[in-house]
């Protein structure tokens, strides 16, 4: 065999995961302004109330603030929804479903809960801060924002996230998420 074709599978392995994260980094970004992704989320975003085990999480309640960028081609409107992952004891917990955000908006302010809001693990269609119960390793908490191509005030308020999701199905673009830790 010849050194041609020794390098050539390697190299095209290579350049393809080349332009591959080439691609990736060009697509739609998410950041926030309130934390970094991966790092610690701010003690004034987590829940304002008592705690399903009786403490309190002494936040403010405030949503963080979200910008978006890059958004892929017929992008309409955005979704953002907040799930801990690692809640109600790993099945999952919604902290905020928000959806119907113009597009140019480019971001939702700190406080901001966006256009049109729906449900939270409570049921409340409101932003539901971080407040895993005490001693437990840090949540982490996945800020996701979903570019579609559906219309501005479309979709009718508060639905769950995956009431959501199910109404987002082909019609999604592309999404991105900043992911952000709190224990207590």
């Known amino acids: 065999m010849d050194a041609r074709h020794l390098f050539a599978a390697p190299l095209g392995g290579a350049l393809l995961s080349l332009c591959a994260v080439t691609a990736h980094a060009a697509g739609m970004e998410v950041s926030s302004e309130s934390f970094a992704d991966s790092a610690p989320i701010p003690k004034m975003y987590s829940h304002n109330a008592t705690a399903a085990d009786g403490s309190q999480c002494g936040g403010?309640?405030?949503?963080?603030?979200?910008?978006?960028?890059?958004?892929?081609?017929?992008?309409?409107?955005?979704?953002?929804?907040?799930?801990?992952?690692e809640g109600g004891n790993g099945?999952?917990?919604?902290?905020?479903?928000t959806y119907n955000i113009p597009a140019e908006?480019?971001?939702?302010?700190?406080?901001?809960?966006?256009?049109?809001?729906?449900?939270?693990?409570?049921?409340?269609?409101?932003?539901?801060?971080?407040c895993p119960p005490v001693g437990q390793?840090?949540?982490?908490y996945t800020i996701t924002v979903i570019a579609t191509d559906i219309p501005p005030n479309t979709l009718p308020a508060g639905m769950t996230r995956e009431e959501l999701m199910a109404a987002l199905k082909g019609h999604a673009l592309e999404a991105q998420s900043v992911v952000g830790r709190f224990g207590r």
Do not use: C, F
């Not at 963080?64 to 801990?84: C, E």
């Open 137 to 140: 390793t840090p949540h982490h």
């Open 60 to 85: 403010s309640g405030v949503s963080p603030q979200i910008t978006w960028s890059k958004l892929p081609a017929n992008t309409k409107s955005v979704a953002i929804l907040m799930y801990d992952p």
């Open 105 to 130: 908006r480019g971001q939702l302010k700190q406080g901001d809960h966006g256009v049109t809001l729906g449900k939270n693990v409570s049921g409340a269609e409101a932003y539901r801060g971080p």
């Open 91 to 97: 099945l999952g917990v919604s902290h905020w479903v």
